[in-house]
């Protein structure tokens, strides 16, 4: 069993739809939780960062950690065409070293 | 730079080569990261460096794996006598020093024919 789990997809929206993304985990040692975002041939972008649990809004994006699941959600709304790439969680214990999901590819239908 | 500048973008070597990969982090960051992701898996873990820090090497897969860092800088991560299973994008990433703060490279896609 991997230690971080993430349905590949691909998962396909119409412009405006909530996207929702999620990981599972088993480390119960995580404590930093990462939402990425990876355009083709492009390395991965830093979304959002939640240390905990709870949950962190940012514009049209928020991330939700619920450890006593050890779950983890991504949320877009009104998504947009240029939301169309790979989504990648990612975790950490030590605050150096991540543990990534497979990702999502997710694509928006304009 | 204002990125993290990684050389070549793009290798196709022969099995039982050497081949050299280059990460020039972001100037000031002290912490360097080397993953590894293959097609339809995550980013894998391989090296990190902190410093002048013994570097965390747990995650190099094999003994054909090597990566120095000069001058607390720039990086190169070696893989000798390649194999087809090497093949992979090799991405770095540098951070002042918390996970959150990584900022990766675009990486080096290498394909061992």
Redesign the interface.
Known sequence: Q?E?E?D?GPLSVPEGAIVSLNCTYSNSAFQ?F?WYRQYS??????LM?TYSSGNKEDGRFTAQVDKSSKYISLFIRDSQPSDSATY?C?M?A??????????TTVTVRA | GAGVSQSPSNKVTEKGKDVELRCDPISGHTALYWYRQSLGQGLEFLIYFQGNSAPDKSGLPSDRFSAERTGGSVSTLTIQRTQQEDSAVYLCASSRGQAYGYTFGSGTRLTVV
Not at chain 1, 41 to 46: Q, V, Y
């Open positions: 991997k971080v993430q590949p930093y990462m041939r492009k390395g991965p972008e830093l960062y990648l990612a950490s030590n605050d150096y070293k991540l543990s990534f999901g497979a990702g």
